[in-house]
């Protein structure tokens, strides 16, 4: 049986199948590895990945973006309040409870691919793929003394920490933490704000009021 693994992140998507004793991210329609994980709506068709991408600029509010830290949450919650204010398009309400990545939001995603018709088998918190990513490559683990090693995961919209133990033929997580409110688009963001007071000091450009402004200065920054 062949099977493939997905990574949803918050910026991007990536495909990956396990042969020839490790893992290999595959390629995309256009011979990428990273594929952007936006979906922009036109007057009469969708467009996905990186024709999305090639419309953001033209068309912010009919595309969506960077939902990784919206999922899970009510629309009243302050968290989200505060993502809502970075991004180009509406947000409406989320019907899933707002707890990070739980029970009932795993489900969502697996029903998410059971409509797309695909047949997930399980998931993954990432750390633990990072983990057993590491230890099919590592060939020189001990077969008695078990060894630990951390796992840092700095992504677009959260991080993520794990420790594992390893020993020749086994994997046991000893501990996680995560903060799903810093990634790399927060420090983008502390830069965005930076370069947007020095235009409207230095130009009495006011990037604020241009949607596709915004866009182009956090897309730079």
């Not at 994980?37 to 595309?63: D, H, W, Y």
């Not at 739980?102 to 088998?121: E, S, W």
Request: glycine letters at 6%; proline letters at 3%; one cysteine or more.
């Amino acid at each position: 049986m062949s099977v493939v693994g997905f990574d949803l992140g918050n910026e991007n998507c990536l495909v990956a199948v396990a042969r020839q004793r490790g893992i290999d991210v595959v390629l995309n329609d256009e011979s990428k590895r990273e594929t952007p994980a936006i979906v922009c709506f036109g007057e009469k068709q969708r467009f996905i990945g990186t024709a999305g991408a090639a419309s953001l600029m033209m068309n912010p509010k009919n595309s969506i973006s960077q939902i990784k830290r919206l999922i899970g949450k009510k629309f009243s919650d302050p968290e989200l309040q505060s993502d809502i204010k970075t991004l180009p398009f509406c947000c409406g309400l989320l019907h899933w409870d707002p707890v990070y990545f739980t029970d009932l939001q795993r489900r969502a995603v697996i029903d998410a691919a059971t409509i797309a018709g695909l047949h997930p088998l399980r998931l993954f918190h990432e750390t633990t793929a990072t983990a057993l990513a590491y230890g099919i490559y590592k060939t020189d683990l001990p077969e008695n003394d078990q060894i630990n090693v951390a796992f840092i995961d700095i992504g677009h919209a959260d991080m993520q920490v794990c420790v594992a133990g390893f020993k020749k033929g086994q994997l046991k997580i000893l501990s996680h933490a995560y903060d799903r409110s810093l990634g790399g688009r927060d420090f983008d963001e502390v830069l965005f704000k930076h370069f947007a007071a020095k235009f409207k000091e230095e130009y009495k450009i006011d990037v604020y009021q241009n949607a596709r402004a915004c866009l182009r200065l956090r897309a730079a920054s």
